[in-house]
């Protein structure tokens, strides 16, 4: 366990953070400038803050009122930065063990166990000039876990990267997220990233934790949005693979929210995913639409609308029990709709527009039961 209690001043940025996290990947999530990576680096104790507490599995690195403040080479956190920062005199296999010479005997981790996880055996010979961007960053996430740390620290790990190498290096932060053994802190102001991979997330705006929780918890909140980017907005939706149709090209999913189709997926029937559905592809209807194209149709009711824009409306839907969607129409449809909290409405989902970038494996460390905390700011 994790617990940040912070105060600190940075020229006229202030920042006040309070938050836990427990195992899996908690992400620190908010517009560029947030103070995201100020965040981190308290943890880390490259910043020594004015006031606060921080703790790791009862462990205390920082404490002001005690005059506590263990340094940075003694605290067991690893630091994953945007670029790999590797050897470029030495083959990946000695930037591994670069790693172990930082850890203790009983905490180094086990070179080949880590090859394995990050699958890098190829890669041993070489030297970091002749990797990929994802290759190198995979490298420098071994040679931090060698040092045998009890957290990992990710800030934005993928920004440096094309479409092509990220989707080369997420399966790999899922694999660690979820058989690493270590929690990872993970910085990123990309919605798809951390809808994909967070369990819990950190929602940071002007130095200040707006909101933490689970994943669909914190992604299904409207009013949220302003803070995090209105474009992106979108929920995530909990689900199993039911069935696939190979002759259509599609897989059948099945949740809490009913069911939904998307594009053919090459995934196991019962496999758990995790489905990320943006606010401007959903379409609302007063009543269960007939002969349309769309091959998606939730029944939900509204729970709460947030007017965005001078001519837009955010729709807060409740899927079933445990579901949320959100919905971007304009204020004018919402009139015509008659959209009041409570209300049953049914949201119209295109099958195209799940594309495989929306849809993830569900983390096996998934802390779904824990309660949501919004903070007002003040």
Same mark, same amino acid.
């Given at each position: ?102 850890? &203790? /005997?009983?905490? *180094? %981790? ?5 090859? +394995?996880?990050?699958?890098? !055996?190829?890669?041993?010979? =070489? ?15 071994? &040679? /931090?876990?060698? *040092? %045998? ?5 990710? +800030?934005?790990?993928?920004? !440096?990267?094309?479409?092509? =190498? ?213």
């Amino acid at each position: 366990m994790l617990e940040v209690d912070i105060e600190h001043r940075l020229g006229s940025f202030a920042l006040d953070i309070q938050f836990r996290s427990g195992r899996g990947l908690t992400a620190l999530f908010g517009r560029s400038g947030a103070g995201k990576t100020s965040i981190v680096n308290v943890i880390a104790g490259l910043i020594s803050p004015h006031k606060g507490r921080i703790v790791i599995d009862g462990s205390v690195l920082t404490d002001t009122e005690r005059r506590i403040n263990i340094p940075t080479h003694r605290r067991r956190v690893g630091y994953i930065f945007q670029e790999g920062r590797l050897f470029p005199h030495l083959t990946v296999r000695q930037n591994l063990l670069f790693g172990r010479w930082f850890a &203790r /005997a009983s905490t *180094a %981790g086990r070179l080949d166990d880590v090859i +394995d996880l990050l699958g890098v !055996s190829a890669l041993l010979d =070489r030297r970091p000039g002749r990797l990929s961007g994802g290759e190198k960053q995979r490298v420098a996430i071994g &040679r /931090a876990l060698l *040092a %045998g740390p009890r957290l990992l620290l990710m +800030d934005e790990p993928l920004a !440096s990267l094309d479409a092509r =190498r990220k989707d080369e290096i997420l399966p790999y932060i899922e694999r660690l997220r979820d058989h690493g053994n270590v929690p990872i802190v993970y910085v990123s102001h990309a919605v798809a990233e951390v809808t994909r991979l967070a369990n819990t997330i950190v929602l940071i705006s002007d130095g200040r934790v707006r909101a933490s929780g689970p994943l669909p918890e914190v992604m299904g909140r409207a009013e949220l949005y302003p803070m995090a980017g209105r474009f992106e907005a979108g929920a995530v939706l909990s689900a199993r693979v039911a069935a696939h149709d190979p002759g259509w090209g599609l897989t059948e999913l099945s949740g809490a929210f009913g069911r939904l189709v998307v594009p053919r997926l090459d995934t196991a029937i019962g496999t758990a995913l995790r489905v990320r559905i943006r606010a401007r592809d959903v379409i609302l209807a007063a009543a269960p639409p007939d002969r349309i194209s769309a091959l998606n149709v939730l029944t939900g009711h509204v729970e709460a609308l947030v007017p965005i824009e001078e001519a837009a409306l955010e729709v807060q839907l409740r899927l079933g029990k445990d579901e949320r969607l959100l919905a971007r129409i304009t204020r004018r449809s919402g009139a015509a709709l008659g959209l009041s909290p409570g209300r049953e409405i049914f949201a119209v989902i295109k099958t195209v527009a799940i594309d495989r970038r929306s849809l993830g494996p569900q983390s096996e460390a998934s802390d779904l039961d824990e309660e949501v905390e919004v903070f007002d700011g003040e």
